[in-house]
Structures are given as structure tokens and as C-alpha cells.
T-cell receptor, first 113, second 115 residues
Framework: GDSVTQMEGPVTLSEEAFLTINCTYT??????LFWYVQYPGEGLQLLLK?????DKGSNKGFEATYRKETTSFHLEKGSVQVSDSAVYFC????????????FGSGTRLQVQP | ETGVTQSPTHLIKTRGQQVTLRCSSQ?????VSWYQQALGQGPQFIFQ???????GRGNFPPRFSGLQFPNYSSELNVNALELDDSALYLC??????????????FGSGTQLSVL
């Protein structure tokens, strides 16, 4: 079945540091890929998405590129802020069948001033 | 603010009891899905309802059941609660589009503790 593997956290960075959170996936078809963010006490918010190979999703300075050859969708940001502290989830969804989201286990990011 | 509201926000039950969680979808959304998020884990898909019919289910036993009403609000019912049912339960609503065009809007969740 489908699965998503994320690097374990927490990831602790200083403000303005470069961020990479690794994500790899296993899927039977051609899934769409997503990054969601969860701030404390809140639900999940879609951060960015990519629907096909070599697509780059971007939002709020975050980027991720759909790499079919390495089955990866790593999240990057050039300069993190304290307000980026949250839990980040990589997810996939097949475009046929059930079309439910399959999530990774999440990576907690802590940004220190 | 996603427009998806869940109630209650917190709930404490004992093993063997039954619980009902509620979700009010964003206006105009005809599809609702439910996810279970155990502590330190990613959300896991429970089931999805489209126009009052279940149209997808994850690997959860039948004691997890749901309803969607004509106004597209939804309930998640769990019978015979077990300790492992302790989790954050998330509801997500959408317009029921196809593929990645179907953007999900998540509520803040109901934190269920089973003692």
C-alpha cells in the first residue's frame, strides 16, 4: 500500500537558517503530493502541493519539488522565522480509487530567535 | 480560519462507552472525511462521505461509523471504546472535486481521551 516516510524531529534551527525536511513516498500509481502544517492547537493547513513529476509547489517561502525518479518531495525554506515553528506533514493522494490522504508521521520544527 | 467547526473540543470517556463527535462543514462543501491522529503520529484516514453516502473507508473496524446529514454536517460514532482510541479526531470538508483540485479544509479537531 501507499506510505510516506519523513525525517524524524524535532528539528531545531536558529532564525534565518536554511530548512530541509526530507520526505519519500511509496505509491502504486501517480499520486499528488502535499505538505501540510499544524500549528499548536489548530487543525492541518495545506502549505503547498504538486500534482505531477517535476512540479514545484511553493508558498510562504517554502518550496518542494516532485521527484519521481527518487520518489521524494523534500520541503525547503531559505530563511526560517520563529513563526514557522510547527509540525509539518508530508502526504500523498492517489488520483483514483479512494483518494484519501496518506500522511507521514510529521516533523516538529522549532525555530529559536 | 477554515470554516470547519468540530465539537466538542475535548472529551473524556471510559473504556466500553460510546462517543459521538460532530463536524460542521464549510458552507457549500458536500464531502467530509474523518481522520484519527494518535499522539506523535500523522493522521490516518477513517472514512469519507459524499452527499450522505459513505464512499471510502480506511482500515478501521465497524465500531467506527458515521453519518452525513442533508446540510452536509457529519458525525463520527465510536462504539465500545478502547484505550487505543485516544487520539485527536480531525474532520475535513471539501467540494468533492477530482484529484488534487479537491482542496481539503480541516477543523481543529476533537481530542478524545479514553480512560
Amino acid at each position: 500500500g501507499d506510505s510516506v516516510t519523513q525525517m524524524e524531529g524535532p528539528v531545531t534551527l536558529s532564525e534565518e537558517a536554511f530548512l530541509t525536511i526530507n520526505c519519500t513516498y511509496t505509491a502504486t500509481g501517480y499520486p499528488s503530493l502535499f505538505w501540510y502544517v499544524q500549528y499548536p492547537g489548530e487543525g492541518l493547513q495545506l502549505l503547498l502541493k504538486a500534482t505531477k513529476a517535476d512540479d514545484k509547489g511553493s508558498n510562504k517561502g517554502f518550496e518542494a519539488t516532485y521527484r519521481k525518479e527518487t520518489t521524494s518531495f523534500h520541503l525547503e525554506k531559505g530563511s526560517v522565522q520563529v513563526s514557522d515553528s510547527a509540525v509539518y506533514f508530508c502526504a500523498l493522494r492517489e488520483d483514483t480509487g479512494r483518494r484519501a490522504l496518506t500522511f507521514g508521521s510529521g516533523t516538529r520544527l522549532q525555530v529559536q530567535p | 480560519e477554515t470554516g470547519v467547526t468540530q465539537s466538542p473540543t475535548h472529551l473524556i470517556k471510559t473504556r466500553g462507552q460510546q462517543v459521538t463527535l460532530r463536524c460542521s462543514s464549510q458552507s457549500g462543501h458536500n464531502t467530509v472525511s474523518w481522520y484519527q491522529q494518535a499522539l506523535g503520529q500523522g493522521p490516518q484516514f477513517i472514512f469519507q462521505y459524499y452527499r450522505e453516502e459513505e464512499n471510502g473507508r480506511g482500515n478501521f473496524p465497524p465500531r467506527f461509523s458515521g453519518l452525513q446529514f442533508p446540510n452536509y454536517s457529519s458525525e463520527l460514532n465510536v462504539n465500545a471504546l478502547e484505550l487505543d482510541d485516544s487520539a485527536l479526531y480531525l474532520c475535513a470538508s471539501s467540494l468533492g472535486g477530482t484529484g488534487a483540485q479537491e482542496k481539503l479544509f480541516f477543523g481543529s479537531g476533537t481530542q478524545l481521551s479514553v480512560l
